[in-house]
């Protein structure tokens, strides 16, 4: 489970730090992009998107300040993902939310989302998700 490295923990830290600053238009090329590429995701979101993005970024901010103590990371994310079946999300729409966020990353860090960047990225994504999507669809769970 802890399977990130420091390195590339410095390297989430450091972008993310980017990201922050410009929060809000990350929030909203998000949005746009995940609606593109899975557009029955729109009516599952009720709450204005701005609220909504500032949300996704706080948890995603509070991961990343979390990664050096995921012991007290994982409840939070198990019961995020429980939550997330009372708005009807499923296991599978997991991956275009990830493919959301890269390319947001990217179109935010430009030229500074090097591959060592998207490596560190994407193992985090696939850490909390996995957390999440266990919690939430596993059948031993019940
Ligand atoms: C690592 C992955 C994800 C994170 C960190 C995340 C984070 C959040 C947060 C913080 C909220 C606010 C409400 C709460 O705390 O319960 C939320 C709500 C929501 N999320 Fe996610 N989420 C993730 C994946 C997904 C996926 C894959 C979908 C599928 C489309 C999704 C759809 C929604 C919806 C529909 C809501 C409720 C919106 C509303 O009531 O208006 N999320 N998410």
């Not at 939310?97 to 179109?107: K, P, R, Y």
């Not at 998207?118 to 031993?140: D, G, N, P």
Request: glycine fraction near 2%.
């Amino acid at each position: 489970m802890n399977n990130i490295e420091p390195q590339q923990k410095k390297l989430i830290q450091t972008s993310f730090a980017r990201i922050v600053s410009r929060a809000e238009r990350a929030a909203q090329l998000f949005y746009q992009r995940l609606f593109e590429i899975l557009p029955e995701a729109k009516p599952l979101f009720k709450s204005d998107l701005q609220t909504q993005g500032i949300k996704l970024f706080q948890v995603i901010s509070f991961a990343v300040c979390s990664l050096d103590n995921l012991d007290e990371l994982i409840p939070l994310l198990q019961d995020l993902g429980k939550r997330h079946i009372k708005y009807g999300v499923e296991a599978s729409q997991y991956a275009s939310v990830s493919e959301s966020f890269m390319w947001t990353l990217e179109e935010i860090l430009k030229d500074e989302f090097t591959p060592d960047i998207r490596q560190a990225w994407e193992e985090v994504y696939q850490l909390m998700s996995s957390v999440m999507i266990e919690a939430a669809y596993s059948k031993t769970d019940a």
